[in-house]
């Protein structure tokens, strides 16, 4: 992402969150890494993964962008889009409200409760899922038939004060679609295949990206569709097929294109989204 702003032209600033210090002044608000004055000398944020963190940090980050947003710097992605797909709670539910299929999906604070409503998810497989989670870390899949296991994973998401959200397994075969969102355009979709045996089929879990020539249009319209719903210029959205229905398991606000570089040899995507972010920064 650099090289590519680099080589179009214009100069970068990476910073971490915790490079940011607010100033609120008498005379107003400033927001400032060393001598660098965001709202006066940026003319557009990339905000890239956040990473793990506390709620604290993680307010105050949404923060920090709100506060650059407020004063007319174009952040990509915005920070409301960024708030809506990070947690998958909140994303799930925009995306069927508006008629996108997701997977059915139970997501609750007790564990007692998660355990006596299973039934709902008509599943012989169930996976569970932190709710702010991403690359495939932390989630498992347990057999609804083992229900001490069930029982003794619920527990343990209660006891660490986390929220159980757990979804019907989706046979997907090992194998979902990628699709890489810029602006209101596809600009590229692949196919991730699993490890053998393995039900994850994350980049970072091992999986191989394959690419897609061209999307299907019911995929490609819900990839779009699913993208504009949460508000996102740039997006991932990770989909599967079951028998011939598709299903959206998230969008991802700040993806990653390693994976799908290493099998797009026609693009450099990192170009394709310089380009777009510098047609829409401040002049
Ligand atoms: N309900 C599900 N049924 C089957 N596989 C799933 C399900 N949810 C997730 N997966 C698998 O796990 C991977 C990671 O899940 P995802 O919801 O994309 O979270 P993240 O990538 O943020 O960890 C998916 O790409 C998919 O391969
Ligand atoms: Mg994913």
């Known amino acids: 992402m650099i090289r590519a702003i680099e080589d179009a032209g214009h100069k970068v600033m990476p910073f971490q969150f915790n490079d940011l210090i607010a100033f609120i002044d008498y005379d107003g608000v400033k927001i400032k890494v060393g001598d660098v004055d965001l709202m006066r000398d940026a003319s557009a944020i990339i905000v890239r993964p956040f990473g793990r963190m506390s709620l604290d940090q ?34 799930l539910c925009t995306l069927k409200m508006h008629g996108i299929p997701v997977p059915k999906t ?3 604070e007790k564990p007692n409760t998660a355990f006596k409503n299973l039934e709902f998810l008509k599943s012989k ?4 899922k932190p709710m ?21 994973v619920l527990h343990t998401i209660g006891f660490t004060k986390h929220t159980i959200y757990m979804q019907e397994y989706l046979k997907h075969g090992g194998r979902d679609i990628r699709a890489f969102v810029l602006g209101n355009r596809i600009l590229a979709a692949m196919h991730r295949k699993a490890p053998k045996g393995m039900w994850k089929t994350n980049i970072a879990q091992g999986a191989i990206p394959k690419r897609i020539e061209k999307l299907e249009p019911e995929l490609e319209e819900i990839a779009l569709k699913s993208t504009e719903i949460l508000g996102c210029e740039i997006a991932g959205i ?10 959206v398991l998230e969008v991802n606000s700040q993806p990653g294109w390693k994976g799908l570089q290493s099998v797009v040899t026609d693009m450099d995507i990192a170009m394709e ?10 002049k």
Request: glycine share 6%.
């Open 58 to 91: 993680a307010i105050f980050r949404i923060d920090l962008l709100y506060t650059l947003n407020d004063s007319g710097i174009p952040i990509f992605n915005k920070p409301y889009a960024i708030e809506r797909c990070v947690d998958k709670f909140r994303a």
């Open 125 to 128: 497989k169930i996976v569970l």
């Open 273 to 282: 989204i310089a380009k777009y972010i510098i047609e829409k920064a401040k």
């Open 238 to 247: 990770d989909m599967v097929i079951v028998g011939e229905s598709p299903y």
């Open 106 to 108: 139970i997501v609750t």
């Open 132 to 152: 702010f989670g991403s690359k495939g870390h932390g989630s498992t899949r347990i057999n609804i038939n083992e229900r001490d296991v069930l029982w003794e």
